[in-house]
């Protein structure tokens, strides 16, 4: 069982950096690929960006890409997403997300698998 629960979001004008934090509570929380996923009003849930177990491989949408940087620090059991360069275009609930699929999975999410875990949700408000 993974449990996620999100902090960090905010109201910031175009332009701006938030940084957003997902705490874990799981055992071998490196053993979870984790990743951010956002939905707009009115528009389906996206994903953002993904990082592996070990925090080695990441990915990322094309949207937010050389803009946002997900990181997680295993010994605190986080999962962060730096967002800078924040645009109207960026408003939305953030969801951090979790998969374990196995031992010996060294990857990130996949893009055909939804998560199994998920947090409650953050809101983030650009504006312009």
């Known amino acids: 069982q993974l449990q996620l629960v999100e902090s960090g979001g905010g109201s910031v004008q175009a332009g701006g950096s938030l940084r957003l934090s997902c705490a874990a509570s799981?055992?071998?929380?490196?053993?979870?690929?984790m990743g951010w996923f956002r939905q707009a009003p009115g528009k389906g849930r996206e994903f953002v960006a993904t990082?592996?177990?070990?925090?080695?491989?990441?990915r990322y949408a094309r949207s937010v890409k050389g803009r946002f940087t997900i990181s997680r620090d295993n010994a605190k059991d986080t999962v962060d997403l730096q967002m800078s360069g924040l645009t109207p275009d960026d408003t939305a609930v953030y969801y951090c997300?979790?998969?374990?699929?196995?031992?010996?999975?060294?990857?990130?999410?996949?893009?055909?698998?939804?998560?199994?875990?998920w947090g409650q949700g953050t809101q983030v408000t650009v504006s312009s």
């Open positions: 997300a979790g998969h374990f699929f196995g031992a010996n999975w060294s990857g990130t999410l996949r893009e055909d698998v939804s998560p199994d875990y």
């Open positions: 799981a055992r071998s929380f490196g053993s979870y690929a």
């Open positions: 990082i592996s177990g070990s925090g080695a491989n990441t």
